[in-house]
């Protein structure tokens, strides 16, 4: 249960814009993220990523039904067809 990490888009400075794709099967708890910076506007309709700076942890969030109501997807859900853009050290 890994992050697909795409080709560097841009650098500036240190950081390195990235386009990430989630996989198959979310893990328990999300994502083992070490060096994501920050996640850069604009997100996925339906679906909010959120990023743990402290544990390192990158989870996500889908719409609940109720208006602006948020719960963490499911262990074990499909998110290959979500991507976003992050900085990252790498």
């Known amino acids: 249960m890994s ?3 795409g080709d560097e888009i841009r650098r500036v400075s240190q950081a ?12 328990s708890g999300g994502y083992d993220v070490s060096d994501l910076i920050f996640i850069l506007p604009g997100g996925v309709p339906g679906y909010q990523i ?10 996500v969030y889908e719409s609940a039904g109720n208006a602006g109501k948020f719960g963490e997807v499911p262990d074990g859900t499909d998110l290959s067809a979500l991507t976003f853009f992050a900085l990252t050290n790498a």
């Open 50 to 59: 959120a990023h743990d700076v402290v544990a390192r942890r990158l989870c």
């Open 3 to 5: 992050l697909q990490i």
């Open 16 to 27: 390195t814009v990235r386009q990430f794709t989630l996989d198959s099967a979310y893990p």
